[in-house]
């Protein structure tokens, strides 16, 4: 059982309100031997099938699930992020009713960027390709302890037309970022990494779906978007 160690009703004014979409940064979230653990097996960039994205939008590692061999305490806090508890928590932070999970792990799963590595500022893909479930939450969490300031790395929150960087999210051990997706829920970690060489940055990624969206925020299914 992992703890949560913060009371999500309590913030959902400051997640609903934050500027310039839906979203908020959490430290200490989970109990920091939690993610030690996580940690610990988190493979290297040689010590696992990655899927490799190297392309003007993204330089980074992704997450194969079918293929990629990863230690049981890994697997477990993945599977403990698609669990009821975590869903009702998430639930009660944000107001969205009827989050449902991605076993498949579709785009989500263990990140990693190498020195040098980026993901330019983009909006995500709408809707689930399997399940045609529409794509509403993106948690993000952070497993890089004495990372400094001048490595970078930092998560960019962008407004709706792209013209002002709104937020800038130091990707620190134990920090968990949560918001709301929609078509311009503009993001990224769009500078290359200055991290020193060996020294990668390294998250977890979660995405959450509901059947059926808000009128207001309905579009036709697209991929990620990425914006000059």
């Not at 490799?52 to 890994?74: M, Q, T, Y």
């Not at 995500?124 to 890089?144: E, G």
Request: glycine share 6%.
């Amino acid at each position: 059982m992992i703890s949560l160690n913060h009371d999500a009703e309590t913030l959902r004014e400051r997640y609903t309100s934050a500027d310039p979409f839906p979203h908020i940064a959490l430290d200490g979230l989970f109990d920091d031997s939690a993610l030690d653990e996580v940690l610990q097996f988190f493979p290297s960039p040689r010590e696992m099938q990655w899927l490799a994205f190297d392309n003007p939008h993204e330089k980074k590692l992704g997450f194969v699930h079918e293929k990629s061999a990863i230690a049981p305490v890994v697997r477990d806090f993945l599977n403990w992020m698609n669990s009821f508890e975590m869903l009702l928590w998430l639930e009660a932070l944000t107001g969205i009713e009827g989050l449902i999970p991605d076993p498949y792990f579709g785009g989500g799963g263990l990140h990693q960027i190498e020195p040098g590595g980026y993901l330019k500022v983009h909006a995500d893909f709408n809707v689930h390709p399997k399940l045609k479930l529409d794509r509403r939450l993106n948690m993000l969490i952070y497993l890089n302890r004495d990372w400094r300031e001048e490595y970078g790395g930092h998560l960019e929150l962008w407004n709706a037309d792209v013209s002002e960087c709104r937020a800038r999210i130091l990707p620190l051990f134990n920090r968990t970022v949560i918001f709301s997706t929609t078509d311009t829920s503009f993001h990224g970690h769009p500078h290359p990494l200055a991290s020193p060489p060996g020294v990668t940055r390294k998250s977890i990624s979660l995405y959450y779906y509901t059947a059926g969206r808000p009128e207001s925020e309905r579009s036709a299914p697209h991929d990620t978007i990425f914006m000059p």
